[in-house]
């Protein structure tokens, strides 16, 4: 069956800080995609990177890295230097035969 | 930009009374998706659609049920509402499988 895990519910961290959201997921297809969405207060899930399954290259897109590890199935999202603004549930989905199954969620607080 | 939107941002309604939650998108998408989304258990996929007049069960369908007659409209339709229905409600559609979704700003409803 497919899921995705994100053991930490919330994280609280203080400006400037880097901070790593973790994501496992689990499936039995080689072919899947991978998501990170953000949900600021404001309640709208924003689109932030999907990965394929055959592209392990870790990305960087200004404070945003993500680490993709199909070895241990994990898919984790980095903000180096956070910022208040940063501050949101973040969740990581696995696309598979077309259903977008999501984690549960990580709650972000950045305090200044 | 794909626009996806949700037609109330806040519903209040009566157990038992049948409820509607309607959802359009502007860009030809074939695939649309009703989430439920709760505190600690993340998004839950209740129905989906891959063309018009088609639909799918996810994984909380107990309940509710879909209509759509039309490719850019997606409905929810609560047939008799009860308490545990109180929730966010977050429609989205993608363009195929591995696409990105695009969210809605969010329905949250509450029965009483």
């Known amino acids: 069956a497919q899921k995705v895990t994100q053991a930490q519910t919330e994280i609280s961290v203080v400006e400037k800080e880097d901070v790593t959201l973790d994501c496992v997921y689990e499936t039995r297809d080689t072919t899947y995609y991978l998501f990170w969405y953000k949900q600021p207060p404001s309640g709208e899930l924003v689109f932030l990177i999907r990965?394929?399954?055959?592209?392990?290259q870790n990305e960087i897109s200004g404070r945003y890295s993500w680490n993709f590890q199909k070895s241990t199935s994990s898919f984790n999202f980095t903000i180096t230097a956070s910022q208040v603004v940063d501050s949101a549930v973040y969740f990581c989905a696995l696309n598979q035969g077309g259903k977008l199954i999501f984690g549960q969620g990580t709650e972000l607080s950045v305090k200044p | 930009d794909v626009k996806v939107t949700q037609s109330s941002r806040y519903l209040v309604k009566r157990t038992g009374e049948k409820v509607f939650l309607e959802c359009v998108q502007d860009?030809?998408?074939?695939?649309m998706f009703w989430y439920r989304q709760d505190p600690g258990l993340g998004l839950r996929l209740i129905y989906f659609?891959?063309?018009?007049?088609?639909?799918e069960k996810g994984d909380i369908p107990e309940g509710y049920s879909v209509s759509r007659e039309k490719k850019e409209r997606f409905s929810l339709i609560l047939e008799s509402a009860s308490t545990n229905q109180t929730s966010m409600y977050l429609c989205a559609s993608s363009s195929g499988q591995g696409g990105s979704y695009t969210f809605g700003s969010g329905t949250r409803l509450t029965v009483v």
């Open positions: 659609s891959y063309d018009v007049k088609m639909k």
């Open positions: 860009m030809d998408h074939e695939n």
């Open positions: 990965r394929n399954s055959f592209d392990e």
